[in-house]
C-alpha cells in the first residue's frame, strides 16, 4: 500500500508540539474530577489517562520499531488522578525526541496495518487536536489551529477511522455519495457510503448530498461533537441524518 500524507514531517512535529501543549493548558484548567462533556463517562483525569496511554504505546511502538501491537501495561498507568500530568508530561516529551530522530518512512504496526512513521506523526497531532476539544469544553475558550490541521484531521478521519468505525458499528441508512466541502478553504472530498464502509472518490464524481461548512465545524460534526447547526445541507438530507443518528465513535 501507498502512504501519502499531505504534510511534511516536520510540520506533523511543529503541530503535535502545539496540540500536545493545548492540551496541557486545558488539563492544567480543569478539576481533575469534572466530567468530560463528549465523553460523560469520563473525567478530566480519565481522560489524561487515555490521552497518556495513547501517548506512551506510540512511544513504545516507535522506540522498538515494532511489527505487533503493543499495550502499556496496567502498572504504568497512574492509579492516582494527581499523577497523570505528570505522565502526560512525560509520554510528551518521549514522543517528541523519537518522531524527529526516527526515519519517517519505516515502516511500523498500526491499527490500520502497517504504515510508515509519519502515520503515527500525523495520527498524534489529531488525537490531541480532537481530545484538546473535549477539554476545553469544560473552560472555555476553545484554541484556534490552523485550516491546514483542520482540513488534515478531515482527511485523516475517512480512512483512519471512520472506515475502521463501520467495519465494526455498521450505520442503518447509510447509502449514497456525500460531498464535503471547507467554506474556508479549497477543500473537498467525496464519499461513497455504505452502512458498513467507506471510500474516498474523486471531488468530480456526482453526489447525492452536499455538506458545507468552516473547516472547525465540519470537524467536530464528523466526530460527532456537535450537530449541523452551523453546517449547510443540500440534497438528500437522510444521508446526513442517517450519519448523525446511527454512526457510532464510541
Known amino acids: 500500500m501507498v502512504h501519502e500524507f499531505p504534510l511534511s514531517p516536520e510540520r506533523y512535529w511543529s503541530l503535535f508540539a502545539e496540540e500536545s501543549a493545548s492540551f496541557l493548558k486545558a ?3 480543569a478539576q481533575l474530577t469534572e466530567r468530560i462533556p463528549s465523553c460523560p463517562s469520563w473525567s478530566v483525569a480519565d481522560l489524561g489517562r487515555h490521552l497518556g496511554g495513547i501517548y506512551h504505546r506510540a ?4 522506540e522498538s520499531t515494532s511489527q ?3 499495550v502499556v501495561a496496567d502498572d504504568r498507568i497512574p492509579k492516582v488522578d494527581e499523577g497523570v500530568a505528570a505522565w502526560l508530561v512525560d509520554g510528551t516529551a518521549r514522543l517528541m525526541e523519537l518522531l524527529m530522530t526516527t526515519d ?3 515502516p511500523l504496526w498500526t491499527f490500520n496495518g502497517p504504515a510508515p512513521v509519519a502515520f503515527w506523526s500525523r495520527r498524534l497531532v489529531h488525537e490531541s487536536m480532537v481530545h484538546t476539544f473535549d477539554l476545553e469544553e469544560l473552560h472555555r475558550p476553545l484554541h484556534a489551529p490552523a485550516v ?3 482540513a488534515d484531521g478531515i482527511d485523516e478521519f475517512f480512512p483512519v477511522h471512520l472506515r475502521r468505525k463501520l467495519r465494526g458499528h455498521p450505520a442503518d441508512g447509510l447509502n449514497g455519495y456525500l460531498g464535503i466541502n471547507t467554506t474556508d478553504s479549497d477543500d473537498r472530498w467525496v464519499l461513497q457510503l455504505t ?4 471510500a474516498v472518490e474523486a471531488p468530480t464524481t456526482p453526489t447525492d448530498a452536499e455538506l458545507s461548512g468552516k473547516a472547525f465545524d465540519l470537524l467536530m460534526f464528523l466526530w460527532r461533537r456537535s450537530d449541523t447547526a452551523p453546517l449547510e445541507i443540500s440534497g ?3 444521508i446526513v441524518m442517517a450519519y448523525q443518528n446511527n454512526v457510532d465513535l464510541t
Do not use: C, G
Request: proline content about 9%; hydrophobic content about 40%.
Open 27 to 29: 488539563y492544567s484548567r
Open 59 to 62: 512511544a513504545d511502538i516507535l
Open 68 to 70: 505487533v501491537s503493543m
Open 104 to 106: 519517517p518512512t519505516a
Open 148 to 150: 491546514e490541521s483542520l
Open 195 to 198: 452502512p458498513d464502509s467507506v
Open 236 to 238: 438528500d438530507n437522510a
